[in-house]
């Protein structure tokens, strides 16, 4: 398979800010990618920059076979982009800048117009979308600004933390819109803040942390990197503490923790429900009884904890900027 995006050290300051510090990153065509880290990793400007919108200070990127700054023109008319940054004119209606953006692909005026009014149904815009932008919601904005990257359907797309901003049903529906153009072929690389993005939409995920890709896989194997599962179980009785160690201690693959106060127990297990099942066995055979149980899998979030010693979106007040 090809690859439609090659990123080779690539490196950009701003001023004194090194806002990538040497990222490296393959797409292969027809794949999703997931830039997954928090405020400030750097996530926006390498969209911006593999959108030549940005030029890179250091290293190399080509999408779709185009160099980023020598091909910058031609590349244009190959990708699709939306973000923080689209552009979109607040004194023209919704159906008016899809088209615009249409005519700017050299699609043709009819099909300018019926690309606009398709994509306006798909983002519930129908009723807004002959109405200036002027008067939009954020939520209307950002999925106009979706739409607008989708119009001339390229092959390859650049989406910047996509549903950030969005309610959850405009959220939920915005992964079918992607899941039918990635069932299409599209390549598409995602920025995002949330790990369970990240996890549904894309078949690889790049960690990425102060300007530098600190890990990268697919979800499963991400999760592996933190190390395996646990089941975490409530007891009825605290005083058959000991026997509960006694019982589950061969099944264990590493300390038995108990969490202070709230009455958790956790086991480090392998095996997965087998495991599980084995634990309940042994506990009821020995007249043990949890008040709950459950077989924890790490999550995205733990991945990112592990790996950067902080959590993945400490800096949410930035965000709110
Ligand atoms: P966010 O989710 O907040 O957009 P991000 O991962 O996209 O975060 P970038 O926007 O790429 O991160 O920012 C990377 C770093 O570069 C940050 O330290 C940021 O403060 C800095 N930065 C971004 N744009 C500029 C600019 N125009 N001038 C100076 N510094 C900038």
């Given at each position: 398979m090809a690859d439609a995006i090659v990123v080779e050290g690539l490196i950009k300051r701003y001023g004194d800010v090194t806002a990538l510090d040497g990222i490296d990153l393959t797409v292969p065509a027809g794949?999703?990618?997931?830039?997954?880290?928090?405020?400030?990793?750097?996530?926006?400007?390498?969209?911006?920059?593999?959108?030549?919108?940005?030029?890179?200070?250091?290293?190399?990127?080509?999408?779709?076979?185009?160099?980023?700054?020598?091909?910058?023109?031609?590349?244009?008319?190959?990708?699709?982009?939306?973000?923080?940054?689209?552009?979109?004119?607040?004194?023209?209606?919704?159906?008016?800048?899809?088209?615009?953006?249409?005519?700017?692909?050299?699609?043709g005026t009819r099909r300018s117009r019926e690309r606009a009014r398709e994509l306006l149904a798909q983002f519930d815009l129908v009723e807004a979308g002959d109405r200036p932008v002027k008067g939009y919601s954020g939520g209307m904005r950002r999925r106009l600004d979706l739409a607008g990257a989708l119009v001339a359907q390229p092959?390859?797309?650049?989406?910047?933390?996509?549903?950030?901003g969005l309610d959850p049903r405009a959220r939920l529906g915005l992964w079918d819109v992607i899941d039918d153009l990635v069932a299409r072929g599209t390549t598409l690389l995602l920025t995002t803040q949330y790990m369970d993005e990240a996890e549904r939409l894309a078949d690889r995920i790049a960690v990425i942390d102060r300007g530098v890709v600190i890990a990268r896989g697919t979800a499963d194997a991400l999760k592996d990197l933190v190390g395996g599962e646990r089941i975490e179980l409530g007891l009825v009785d605290q005083s058959r503490l000991p026997d509960l160690r006694t019982e589950l201690e061969p099944l264990a693959a590493g300390e038995i923790q108990v969490e202070s106060g709230i009455r958790k127990v956790v086991v480090p297990v392998s095996g997965g429900a087998d495991t599980l099942a084995a634990a309940l066995a042994r506990l009821s055979a020995a007249g043990i009884r949890v008040t709950d149980v459950a077989l924890r899998k790490p999550t995205l979030d733990d991945v990112f904890l592990s790996l950067t010693g902080h959590e993945a979106q400490e800096s949410d007040v930035e965000a709110a900027r």
């Open positions: 794949t999703v990618t997931a830039l997954l880290g928090p405020n400030g990793a750097g996530k926006t400007t390498a969209v911006r920059v593999l959108t030549t919108l940005l030029v890179p200070d250091g290293g190399t990127a080509t999408v779709d076979g185009l160099d980023v700054v020598g091909d910058a023109r031609a590349l244009r008319s190959r990708i699709g982009a939306s973000g923080q940054y689209a552009a979109v004119d607040e004194y023209l209606t919704g159906f008016e800048n899809l088209e615009m953006v249409g005519r700017l692909y050299h699609l092959p390859v797309l650049f989406l910047d933390e996509p549903t950030t």
